[in-house]
């Protein structure tokens, strides 16, 4: 009996860090099951998830959000549906050498500060395509500015809240990274309408890879 105890609570511990892994770096990665792993590439110093189009924002605003996991509570509400965990996702650009800024909170939100953290340069690319595209390319918005994507961080707040975010397209105290060119609650203040580009991505539901580069 008390064999089987002790294997009964062996087991149970086991579910429970089933999502704990580690990568070929060695480092802790959290995973919800069925989530596509992130893909490092030393040498090029870049971290690649894979991710689908979501049609829905091509002529719906999306406002904020650029890339969210569909593991997250806000999974459905992206341009593009991440099938990357954001906590991993989080991990790998640690892991590449990227710092993050963690400088903004939820109370800043109104604040219009900037997100700070390293710059990164992102790219889009499907099966087909035979070249990358710049993560701007893809989104149309009613205020145009040159995006400035910055590692955020912001892990802790997304390790308790889940929303999935991955790129948020103004400042954000939530996503691991977000665009500086937006100050936090911009896009909400001047109801800036945020859009994918019909005429460049592909079809609804068309698997994307998105790299995210060490900017130069």
């Known amino acids: 009996m008390i064999k089987k105890i002790i294997l009964f609570l062996l087991f149970i511990l086991s579910i429970s860090c089933s999502n704990e892994l580690k990568n070929s770096m060695g480092s802790v990665i959290l995973r919800d099951e069925g989530a596509v792993p992130a893909v490092i590439d030393n040498d090029k110093k870049e ?3 894979e991710a689908v189009v979501n049609g829905k924002y091509f002529n719906t605003p999306s406002r904020h959000h650029g890339i969210v996991f569909k593991g997250g509570k806000y999974g459905e509400m992206g341009v593009l549906i991440s099938l990357t965990d954001e906590r991993e996702f989080y991990q790998a650009l640690k892991d590449i050498g990227r710092v993050e800024g963690n400088n903004l909170t939820m109370e800043d939100m109104i604040l219009s500060k900037a997100v700070k953290g390293e710059p990164l340069d992102i790219f889009v690319t499907w099966d087909g395509l035979g070249k990358e595209i710049p993560f701007e390319d893809i989104i149309k918005s009613s205020e145009n500015r040159m995006m400035i994507v910055r590692f955020g961080g912001n892990f802790e707040a997304a390790k308790s809240n889940r929303t999935g975010c991955i790129l948020c ?11 500086a060119a937006y100050e936090a609650g911009a896009v909400e203040i001047k109801k800036i309408g945020r859009y994918g580009r019909e005429d460049v991505l592909p079809a609804d539901g068309t698997r994307v890879s ?3 580069r060490i900017a130069e």
């Open 210 to 212: 998105v790299i995210f």
């Open 47 to 49: 971290v690649i998830i």
């Open 169 to 179: 397209l103004d400042s954000c105290a939530m996503a691991i990274t977000s665009d």
